[in-house]
């Protein structure tokens, strides 16, 4: 494992200046949640099951229990110390796995370090910046323990190794995080191990830098802006690209640069904006025999836009929201041929639009959790566009409802002469806010296979319609 040289100083200067200091806890926060979520789903795999067909990502009806006690200590005016303890687990799956108590979050804060406007976050921590559209509390570093893949149900196994992984609570990253707060100027950098590989040092890290500025002009409009670069770096990332599916590159170097802003140009209407290009490398490090090199350079780019108004001053608060997202595809053929990677790499993004499709795959990189039948399908972390339309209320003071539609399509057709239309979805979701620490809230989502998957073989073809209802109650202490 390599650490570059500034971490080990900073380490070093943390260790020299807060050495000498004595631990007084000044004030103790114990706060914590229950949430029990009863899920039911099928045609995950968009294949309604026969007894006459296989099934990927199929049926599914369980009670998904998660558990979380923190503690916030507070020992100086500029020292603290945050621990959070985890337990997520299917009822009445009573292995070893989904009885653990996990260490959540564990990290200490140190303001005014050195130098007054620093502040140090060393530990494991959430991250989340911006919309969450890079990086975020990402559902891709969901269940370090295989909480979900080792719950002694043979139907909670699929392809990619678990069912209901974008549910799961473990998401903090073992991170460095320094900000320097410049108002209206924020600067943060990270450093983050991802994936510690041991002594043969093919680790996966995440190092970043993100610039939020609140000042002029933005802030006349209540706004913010955003530039940031994020760089991945695994080194046994075993990717695969769709179309060349015999290839397997063991390094994934990946760059991202982008800006994002979000602006209130009037009462109650919020815009927001977001481009970011990727730059970088695949490598194949480990040929098999007669095989030529074949690494590839990467040029993607993605792009996510909203608009969204409340009826603040109308009878029932209604809303209405508009948005688009992009995710560039894999080209095939032409002077691209074989030599760049144009498919966008989804880092570590924790935002989600749709409550099904976003976790479909193929035959691809696999950030996604539930395989369809095409083997020529694209994972939904890219190679898409999405047109999504909003529509809420609340009916009551205490009741939220809202409505979202999603229209579907591939950027780049994965099969030549086959539709690009991929779907559309439907979810509808309440929440019920029974008291300041009790709410309760349901989920229910269709997604409606498009033209695309009619084009597959028989074999391969599964065009059912993917459905999940959720009952959620979550109590907050």
């Known amino acids: 494992m390599r650490i570059p040289g500034f971490v080990y100083g900073a380490m070093i200067g943390v260790v020299c200046v807060a050495g000498p200091a004595v631990a007084a806890v000044q004030n103790v926060k114990v706060s914590g949640d229950i949430d029990v979520k009863a899920i039911s789903r099928d045609n995950f795999d968009l294949r309604k099951t026969t007894r006459f067909t296989t099934t990927n990502d199929d049926k599914l009806q369980a ?19 945050s621990v959070r303890l985890l337990n997520q687990r299917l009822w009445d799956a009573d292995v070893e796995a989904t009885n653990n108590i996990d260490l959540d979050l564990a990290y200490v804060t140190l303001k005014e370090l050195v130098y007054s406007p620093l502040t140090l976050t060393i530990g494991r921590q959430e991250l989340n910046f911006g919309t969450g559209f890079i990086v975020s509390n990402a559902a891709l ?7 979900f893949s080792t719950a002694g149900n043979a139907t909670l196994t699929n392809v990619h190794g678990s069912q209901l992984r974008e549910f799961s609570a473990y998401n903090a990253y073992d991170a460095i995080r320094a900000t320097l707060d410049f108002a209206p100027l924020t600067l943060d ?14 680790d996966q890290d995440l190092y970043g830098l993100n610039l939020n500025w609140k000042g ?27 179309d060349n599916t015999g290839r397997i590159y063991e390094r994934n170097n990946v760059h991202t640069i982008g800006a994002r802003t979000a602006l209130e140009p009037v009462k109650d209407l ?8 990727q730059f970088g490398a695949l ?14 350079q990467r040029r993607a780019l993605a792009a996510q836009a909203s608009a969204a108004y409340t009826f603040s001053t109308v009878q029932y608060t209604p809303n209405v929201g508009v948005g688009w997202v992009f995710y560039s595809g894999q080209r095939t053929g032409g002077s691209n041929g074989n030599s760049f990677v144009n498919a966008w790499d989804p880092m570590f993004r924790g935002q989600s639009y749709t409550a099904i499709s ?29 047109l999504y ?89």
């Not at 950098?189 to 093919?202: C, L, P």
């Not at 480990?286 to 590839?296: C, E, H, K, T, W």
């Open 63 to 81: 009670y998904l229990q998660t558990t979380r006690v923190r503690v916030d200590a507070g020992l100086t005016d500029n020292v603290s110390a």
């Open 141 to 147: 570093l969901a269940d370090p323990n295989g909480t």
């Open 189 to 202: 950098a990270i450093v983050a191990k991802i994936n510690e590989r041991g002594e043969t040092g093919h």
């Open 216 to 242: 002029a002009p933005v802030d006349r409009w209540h706004g913010e802006a955003e530039a940031y670069w994020f760089w991945k770096n695994d080194r046994n990332a075993g990717f695969t690209i769709h």
């Open 270 to 277: 919020w815009l927001n904006g977001e481009i970011a290009g």
């Open 283 to 296: 490598y194949d490090t480990v040929l098999l025999p007669g095989q030529a090199s074949g690494n590839r």
């Open 358 to 386: 976003e976790y479909l795959t193929g035959n691809d990189a696999g950030y996604g959790y539930y395989t369809t039948f095409d083997p020529n399908d694209t994972d939904a972390g890219t190679n898409r566009h999405q």
């Open 389 to 477: 339309a909003d529509l809420g209320a609340k009916p009551l003071k205490d009741l939220s409802l809202q409505a979202r539609y999603a229209h579907i399509w591939f950027a780049q057709t994965p099969v030549a002469g086959r539709s690009k239309n991929a779907g559309d979805e439907v979810n509808l979701q309440g929440k019920w806010d029974y008291t300041e620490d009790v709410q309760f809230g349901v989920l229910a989502a269709a997604f409606f296979p498009g033209k695309y998957y009619d084009g597959a073989t028989a074999a391969n073809r599964g065009h059912n319609t993917a459905w999940q209802l959720v009952g959620d109650t979550t109590v907050k202490f």
